[in-house]
């Protein structure tokens, strides 16, 4: 599980890093600001394979490198279980516990 947090971290980076680039650069083209009066297609794209790089990291953490399915089991693989993972016990009686430094074991009833 460490591999893909740190995997989806850095796509989150990657991510967060050329998404307001663009966006910003665009925006300012827009808004006529000095400097950004011709779009930077060289930048927009860079900005595009950062970020599509980004997305397939974090897909890959949380569908390549997440935890297995977990596996169905049948009420039938469980019969003769108290819960316990021992044999099942008729639920009156509790196991002999030691009572005395005397070496005296009696039974409990609950």
Do not use: C
Not at 46 to 69: C, K, R
Request: charge should be negative.
């Amino acid at each position: 599980a460490p591999y893909r947090n740190i995997v989806a971290f850095i796509g989150l980076l990657f991510l967060g890093k050329a998404l307001p680039d663009a966006i910003f650069t665009v925006l300012k083209h827009f808004a006529g600001m000095r400097g950004f009066e011709v779009l930077d297609y060289g930048l927009l794209g860079f900005d595009a394979v950062i970020a599509l790089a980004g997305v397939g990291m974090i897909y890959a953490a949380f569908v390549w490198l997440g935890a297995p399915e977990p596996t169905e089991y049948r009420l039938e693989d469980f019969e003769g279980m108290d819960g316990t993972g021992g044999p099942a016990g008729d639920g009156q009686t509790a196991p002999p516990e030691l009572v005395s430094a005397k070496g005296e074991v009696r039974e409990v009833r609950r």
